[in-house]
């Protein structure tokens, strides 16, 4: 035994030995990496990248608050001074303060799997879910849940037009019948009012300057039906649509520019832009990335952020191009980097 | 069906011969780990004392091999030289035993005792790219009644009992044993995904467990033989919540049948075998979060027809004929699908009078109208013993081809489900060394390498998940074991014994999607680099204080080996006490797991009990 423990004691040694890093944190504008992490795994976490300095910094939320973000980090929304953070897998929204990424408090929806959030004023919210058909409603004040809105599929992106909210409606492969859709919800009394639905599935919404919402729907073989782009006001009448040349190309990550006036959208390894007022997408350029996992416009200044998944179980690669395609930098953040979030003050 | 019978009768026929179990000169040369059974070996492998717990729990004692463990009582798998759980093959009485949907076994399900004999190739073996995990029963002769009974309480209100009988007379024996498990896992840790890194109590994690094994088997007459054995297992469980997740509402039922008629035959130098086996796995998995209550079931129906033929000039030849049905109705799959798969294996030992062996086989398989490739094995054995027989040395170097076929997950979930898979391929190889004094103590020094090409890997295409042949991955590495005592043979009044195995598992993927791809060269995720267990007991007549210490290195959760789990030392220390009263043996013992109380993960965010207490009653009557 005397022999055996100085060499399990030299193993201890040599496994947990790993530099500790000073963190660089985030004290001025720039782009948020949200990084899903694995599913079960746990290491879910934020990437902050300084657009001006080239520089990122990992590991966010652990490094400033201490414990683990948990699992399977969905979507990070900032509104003024504070971010919520949804954690799909650990069915909780985090709030913390921006830059500092100091939490606020923990808002937990017991049973949950929370997707989307969008507060509508200053107190309230509406979370989207992937579990169940409905939209919870939440006091992020108090951090209570006030009431659920029952709708027809489970939804993810949310848009607000005026006293309405828009959720995105998912297809479910488990359930052929189900359709991508757009569902309208009264602010003033937490209402599901109606929904146009589409064969198939939705890639993603947005609104844009002339207060319409967009929305990215992929091809549907059962019906025949190409891939689009569709255009609804605020009454969900149709105002414009632009179906694909042909089958194959499956739109997804629907983003618009900051002035809300140019469209753009991932297909295939494509970047595709197109004009609000004359839908014709073209491929603005080409992704080099193996696994192109996501992408966002930057508001401000129009650069484009992909992130590339690489085997989905290491650190995301993040490839920054400038409005007209060309990369300006390339760097690593969090594992299965999955959205963005961006800051301007 | 009817078409099956048909052509199995004619294999009967062509090929008539031999005892499948029969290979025990090949085990030689393969390195067959004897985990532990019911004849005595060494305290560390006795079987007795740890019988009733779940395999799972105990694999990680008896030897050095890593058990990727989910949390108390949950989905447990081991992995052999940085292979995956379902490059490992479980048979029970040389019936494979992997779900035909999944790929893999479930080792928690298994309860230590029901089977008499438990032991692991470690090597590439018969085709297969990992381990072979081995359940044997082993039915006695003419040996009359004699019953087990074993009985445990512990901490987290779990109770483990498990009872045997066993009745030999004449040319009739048999064997019915009975397992309870049940345990509430109210465990209290420390859960490092939350503010301030807070105790906390286990919830959502009861779980009960129940089987029964009934084997029967007689002599027909001096020539066949014929064995029956009937194993059902259910187990009801709460899937506990993440450490992240406040709470859960999933639960697992597990409900498996399995049957096996085996006939034997033996005249003069040809032996004769014939195995026939009906496995049925029933799961139903619950989320009331996600509204999901799915019920999924696997069947196999598993033949194996095998001849031995032993020459009189040191030649044993061996060959094996199988034919499987895989069945599975899942609702993923749309409707049940199913797959035959006929197998041939053929081994060759020439046996040298200077301890000099040769061993020479290969197999083929063909899945649906695909064939695998064809996996030979070679090995060449030496081994020697002085002529007073107190030394021994034993020297194998052993090359293999290996692969594995996709699972039906792997071919038809939907969405995803890719027909276009290629089977994994191996070449495993091994050098090992190993010296006995037959007083004192025994070593051994195994090298390994092995080379999988087309691994396959479950990865997100678009927006939908899909298994396809991504990597190719080296494993290298080294076993190191010994065990040692005061006097093997003529245990004195105090005896001493120690037990130590090391494991060092070198396992990394060898390709790069593009220059970003910092996995080339990295080790896989869950492979620990060392894993150690290290043992001693200090017994007086028969008394005894034992204490088992192991450690696992770090596990990278991350192919790029920026995100790892914390290696850990584990310390159980156990007391106790065997009685012997005319034919009756009597044994008692207390044991603390986990001594030092070490909080730890094994998976990423499954808690993991702290420090807790056993007791043990037993039983036997022969």
Redesign the interface.
């Known amino acids: ?1 005397n022999r ?1 423990t100085p ?2 004691i030299l ?2 040694c ?3 030995c790993h530099k500790d890093k000073t963190p660089d944190l985030p004290k001025s504008k720039g782009v948020y990496i949200i990084n899903e992490g ?1 599913f ?4 879910a976490d934020v990437s902050f990248y300084n657009p001006e300095t080239k520089t990122t910094t990992n590991d966010l939320f652990k490094t400033v ?7 399977v980090e969905q979507s990070m929304y900032i509104k003024d001074s504070v971010a919520f953070i949804l ?1 799909n ?4 929204i985090e709030m913390v303060k921006i830059p500092s990424f100091q ?1 606020i408090r ?1 808002i ?1 929806i ?4 929370p997707r989307y959030i969008l507060p509508v004023d200053d107190s309230i919210a509406y979370v989207t879910e992937l ?2 058909n409905k939209i919870h409603v939440i006091n992020y004040q108090t951090g209570n849940l006030k009431a659920d809105i029952s709708v027809p599929q489970y939804t993810e992106h949310l848009v607000r037009v005026d006293e309405y909210v828009f959720a995105e409606g998912k297809k479910i ?2 359930n052929p019948s189900s359709e991508g859709a757009v569902y309208r919800i009264r602010i003033a009394d937490n209402t599901f009012v109606d929904k146009k639905e589409f064969a198939g ?1 939705a890639g993603g919404i947005v609104q844009d300057k002339n207060k319409n919402i967009w929305i990215a729907l992929d091809e549907d073989s059962a019906t025949n039906t190409k891939a689009s782009l569709v255009c609804l006001d605020k009454n969900l009448n149709m105002v414009a649509q632009y179906s694909m040349s042909s089958f194959g190309l ?1 739109p ?1 990550h629907l983003c618009i520019e900051g002035n809300g006036e140019i469209l753009f959208f991932l297909a295939n390894k494509n970047i595709y832009n197109t004009s609000i007022s004359n839908l014709q997408p073209t491929i603005l350029f080409t992704s ?4 192109v ?1 996501s992408m966002d416009v930057d508001p401000a200044n129009g650069d484009f952020y992909l992130s ?8 995301s ?1 993040i490839y920054r191009h400038d409005k007209t395609g060309t990369l300006i930098h ?1 760097f ?1 953040a969090g ?1 299965i980097s999955g959205n963005f979030a961006f800051t301007h003050e | 069906m009817k078409t099956v019978t048909t052509f199995l009768f004619l294999i009967c026929l062509l090929t008539a011969q031999a005892e499948r179990k029969d290979t025990v000169m090949l085990d030689e040369v393969v390195k067959i780990e004897k985990l532990s059974s019911n004849n005595f070996q060494s305290p560390f492998t006795e079987m007795k004392y740890q019988n009733g717990k779940r395999l799972s729990d105990v694999l990680g004692e008896f030897s050095s091999v890593y058990v990727k463990n989910y949390g108390v009582g949950q989905l447990s798998s081991i992995a052999v030289r940085g292979t995956s759980a379902s490059q490992t093959e479980v048979q029970w009485n040389g019936i494979k035993l992997n779900s035909p949907s999944l790929g893999q076994c479930d080792l928690s399900l298994f309860t230590l005792g029901m089977q008499q004999d438990l032991q692991l190739v470690r090597t590439g073996y018969r085709g297969t790219i990992g381990g072979t995990l081995q359940m044997n029963n082993v039915l006695k002769i003419d040996s009359g009644i004699s019953a087990n009974l074993s009985l445990r309480a512990g901490s987290f209100k779990t109770f483990e009992g498990i009872g045997s009988v066993q009745y030999a007379r004449k040319n009739i024996s048999g064997t019915s044993s009975f397992s309870y498990l049940s345990a509430e896992n109210n465990f209290q840790f420390q859960n490092i995904f939350k503010e301030g890194h807070p105790y906390q109590t286990q919830t959502n994690a009861v779980v009960r467990q129940l089987s029964f094994l009934q084997q029967l088997g007689g002599k027909i007459n001096s020539h066949n033989e014929l064995n029956f054995n009937l194993w059902l297992t259910e187990a009801d469980r709460q899937i506990p919540p993440i450490m992240s997740k406040d709470a859960a509402s999933e639960s697992q039922y597990d409900y498996s049948l399995r049957s096996m008629l085996n006939w034997k035959a033996k005249y003069k130098l040809l032996k004769l075998s014939f195995t026939s086996a009906y496995i049925q796995d029933k799961l139903r998995y619950k989320n009331t979060e996600a509204l999901i209550d799915e019920t999924s079931l696997m069947q196999a129906f598993r033949n194996a027809f095998t001849t031995t033929y032993s020459f009189p000039f040191n030649l044993v030849l061996n060959a094996e004929l199988n034919y499987d049905l895989e069945r599975a109705n899942v609702r993923a799959y749309g409707e049940a699908k199913s797959r035959n798969i006929f197998g041939m294996k053929f081994y060759t030992d020439y046996y040298l009078t200077n301890g000099l062996k040769f061993h020479f086989g290969f197999r083929e398989d063909i899945v649906g109208k695909k064939p695998s490739v064809f996996a030979p094995e070679l090995a060449i054995n030496f081994s020697k013993r002085t002529k007073d027989a107190k030394h021994s040395f034993s020297s194998a170097v052993i090359a293999s081809r290996n692969f594995r076929f996709p699972t039906l997950n792997d071919l038809y979930w939907v969405p995803g489900g890719n027909s276009d898979l290629k089977n994994e391929r191996a070449w495993n190889g091994e050098l090992n060394f190993k010296y006995a004094n037959q007083k004192y103590f025994d070593i051994s020094l195994n090298g390994f390498c092995l080379y999988v090409d087309d691994w396959i890997q479950w990865i997100p295409q678009g927006n939908i998940w899909m298994p396809v042949n991504y990597k190719r991955v080296l494993s290298r590495g080294f076993e190191a074991s010994l065990h040692a005592t005061n006097d093997k043979h003529n245990p004195k009044r105090f005896a001493i014994h120690f037990n130590a195995s090391y494991t060092f598992t070198k396992t990394t993927n060898l390709d790069a999607a593009n220059e970003f791809d910092q996995s080339a060269g990295m080790q896989l995720i869950y492979v620990p680099l060392h894993r150690v267990v290290a043992g001693v007991q200090l017994q007086y007549r028969k008394f005894y204080l034992r204490s088992v210490n192991s450690f696992v290195s770090r596990v990278f959760t991350s192919t790029d080996n920026v995100q790892f789990l914390k290696g850990y030392f584990l310390t159980d220390l156990e007391a106790g006490k065997d009685f012997t009263i005319d034919k009756y043996e009597i044994g008692m013992s207390f044991r603390v797991n986990n001594l030092a109380n070490a909080s730890y993960q094994n998976v990423a965010q499954h808690a993991m009990p702290g420090r807790n207490f056993e007791g043990t009653l037993r039983f036997k009557f022969d």
């Open positions: 035994m055996i060499l399990l193993l201890a040599i496994s947990s694995n079960g795994f746990g290491n608050n201490g414990y683990s973000l948990g699992d954690v897998n650990s069915a909780k939490k923990t937990t017991s049973g949950s799997s579990y169940s492969y488990s599935d499956h997804n080099t990335a193996s696994n996992y590339d998944a690489l085997d989905y179980v290491q650190s690669h390339s690593t594992v």
